[in-house]
């Protein structure tokens, strides 16, 4: 009798001893590289640079949300213009509206401070309000839910996120956390 299935548990077998043999020469390329750092001056480089990316990432991920926030204002300039009528909102009110979205994109790409952060928040709050008179019968498609979702909730967990940091900062440095806020706000 010929077993039909005789090449299957060799094949399982020596895929195996590959998945394994990768696994090893993995873990001793990085047995290596911990090796030659620990035995020279670049340990400290290698440690530096991984705390300034584990430090620096939430940062870099807020300054991330604020460019998208920026691109989600222009597209909202774009949809206004299309779908106004949707809205109750006339050709020339549309067009002063996306005006007003460009105008906004622009000053969101601009923040630079947790201060420029909590301005843009505010405005973008009181331009949804006044918005807010524009409805569509679904809610989904209404523009203040879209500027909410789009725009205000990443610029506030934007600025979370930079008090979070700002906190850390000043614990590190032993300062009080409204110490730094502080210093930032005076120096705009």
């Known amino acids: 009798m010929i077993d039909v299935f005789y090449p299957i548990p060799k094949l ?3 895929i195996l001893t590959e998945i394994y043999a ?3 020469r993995k873990h ?4 290596a590289e911990l090796q030659v750092i620990s035995n020279s001056s670049l340990r400290d480089a290698y440690a530096q640079q991984l ?3 584990r430090f620096l990432a939430p940062v870099e991920n807020a300054q991330h949300s604020i460019q998208n926030a920026a691109k989600h204002a222009q597209y909202m300039a774009e949809v206004v213009n299309y779908y106004h009528h949707d809205h109750g909102c006339s050709q020339e009110q549309a067009q002063e509206i996306s005006r007003q979205f460009r105008a906004l ?3 969101i790409s601009q923040i630079d401070s947790l201060y420029d952060l909590k301005i843009i928040y505010q405005v973008v709050t009181v331009f949804t309000q006044q ?8 809610r989904n498609y209404s523009w203040e839910r879209e500027i909410r979702k789009g725009i205000l909730d990443p610029l506030n967990t934007c600025i979370a996120v930079e008090k979070n940091f700002q906190r850390r900062v000043a614990l590190m440095t032993g300062e009080h956390p409204s110490a730094t806020v502080m ?3 005076e120096s705009e």
Not at 28 to 31: A, H, S
Not at 131 to 138: P, Q
């Open 22 to 24: 990768e696994n090893r």
């Open 51 to 53: 705390l300034l990316d």
């Open 12 to 14: 399982l077998d020596t």
């Open 105 to 107: 994109a622009v000053k």
């Open 131 to 138: 918005l807010s008179r524009f409805k569509h019968r679904e």
């Open 183 to 185: 210093g930032l706000l």
């Open 28 to 31: 001793e390329e990085r047995m």
